[in-house]
Structures are given as structure tokens and as C-alpha cells.
């Protein structure tokens, strides 16, 4: 009883795989690397759009924190800056926590370091 359960749970649908594999020529046919071709989607299945798209489908943090909000948005030019600055430590100040994570790997010769 569990097992076709679970295996649905794992399972991408196909049109949902499609989708990704079409994104994915989109990309490559324009040039497109990461994060230009970062997708936008919905929490659940960001990490197999991205997985597929452009092989970066560790984290989903940004899907996770702002596609509700985009959905039901209605400025899409503010949206556009707010996703277009979104790469790491782009828009936040150098001495921001997240831009001395990802950036500076906790700390450098420019901003103290996390302890």
C-alpha cells in the first residue's frame, strides 16, 4: 500500500518533465547559464526545473520565500529587478549575512567574520 504512495511522491510527472526539457533548450539554444536561467517555480518542484535546467537545485530558498508573493503580484517591473538582482550578495550590502556566507565564506579581510 505504502510503496505506490511513496513512489508517487518521488515521481515527476511527464508534462512537468517536458516543460523542464524545453526550458532547458530555451537556455542553452540563447546561451543561457546560471543563473540567467534560473526557473522560478513553484516550492515543490523548483529543485527538478532547476535540477534540469541548469544543474543548480541545492537550494530553493529563493522559490520557497517569493513565488506565492509573485504569483499574486501585480508591479511586474519591480519584480523583474527584485528577481533580476537576485544572485548571491547582488543586492545586499557587503556586510549583510547573507552576502558574507555565500560571498566571502564567513568573513575576509573586508567584513568581520561570522563566529
Known amino acids: 500500500m505504502q510503496i505506490p504512495v511513496k513512489t508517487g511522491q518521488l515521481t ?10 524545453q526550458m532547458r533548450a530555451h ?6 547559464e546560471y543563473p540567467e536561467n534560473y526557473v522560478l517555480s513553484e516550492w515543490g518542484r523548483n529543485w527538478m526545473y532547476n535540477g534540469l535546467v541548469n544543474g543548480e537545485s541545492e537550494s530553493y530558498g529563493l522559490a520557497y520565500s ?4 509573485f504569483m499574486r ?5 519591480e519584480w523583474y529587478e527584485t528577481l533580476r538582482n537576485r544572485a548571491r550578495g547582488s ?4 556586510d549583510a549575512l547573507g552576502t558574507r556566507l555565500h560571498e ?12
Open 91 to 94: 543586492s545586499c550590502p557587503e
Open 73 to 77: 503580484a501585480t508591479d511586474g517591473e
Open 27 to 32: 537556455a542553452d539554444k540563447r546561451g543561457y
Open 104 to 115: 566571502r565564506y564567513g568573513g575576509d579581510d573586508a567584513v568581520s567574520g561570522l563566529g
Open 66 to 69: 517569493n513565488y506565492d508573493s
Open 12 to 21: 515527476v510527472p511527464k508534462p512537468a518533465f517536458e516543460a523542464a526539457v
